[in-house]
């Protein structure tokens, strides 16, 4: 897992970009320079599962575009921050998970966990996951 943090908002301003960032790996993923198991794909949006997942089922979804995280990405984009949200419930249905139940996820920060700086949405299913963690 590289931590660089060039992917985030700076050189391209304001924190988006259609031409791909060569640093961020999500990028590099939606450009087809890394390869991911891909499970859903629109004009707007990519999924695919992760590469440690933290649950039988943990999919990705991203928007193409590079947002450094999920509030760049609704504040400039917030349409498609419903298509992110609106692909992870096709992914429930067509993963087979929706009726069990799943969690949705962004990790947003250093304190929120997030490790890579390209907007992301994590679908965790396959098992009962329990409350929220106690901090
Ligand atoms: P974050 O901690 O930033 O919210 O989540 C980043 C996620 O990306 C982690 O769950 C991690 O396992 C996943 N990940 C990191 N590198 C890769 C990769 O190269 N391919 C895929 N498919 N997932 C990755
Ligand atoms: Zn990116």
Same mark, same amino acid.
């Given at each position: 897992m590289r931590r660089r943090r060039s992917g985030e908002k700076g050189a391209? !301003?304001? =924190? $988006? !970009?259609? !031409? =791909?960032? %060569?640093?961020? *790996?999500?990028? $590099? &993923?939606?450009? #087809?320079?890394?390869?991911? %198991?891909?499970?859903?794909? %629109?004009? #707007?949006? *990519?999924?695919?599962?992760?590469?440690?997942p933290k649950a039988p +089922? +943990?999919?990705?979804? &991203?928007p193409k575009a590079h947002y450094t995280n999920a509030a760049d990405m609704a504040a400039a984009e917030p349409m498609l921050a419903g298509e992110v949200l609106a692909a992870a419930g096709r992914i429930a249905e067509s993963e087979g998970f929706?009726?069990? =139940?799943? $969690?949705l996820m962004f990790n947003t920060g250093g304190h929120g966990g997030q490790e890579v700086f390209h907007a +992301?949405? +994590?679908?965790l299913a396959g098992k009962p996951l329990g409350p929220m963690l106690a901090v």
């Open positions: 391209h !301003s304001p =924190g $988006r !970009s259609m !031409s =791909g960032m %060569t640093d961020c *790996l999500f990028c $590099r &993923i939606v450009a #087809g320079e890394i390869p991911a %198991t891909v499970v859903a794909d %629109t004009d #707007g949006v *990519l999924a695919f599962r992760d590469i440690d +089922h +943990h999919i990705l979804v &991203i929706a009726a069990d =139940g799943y $969690r +992301h949405l +994590h679908v």
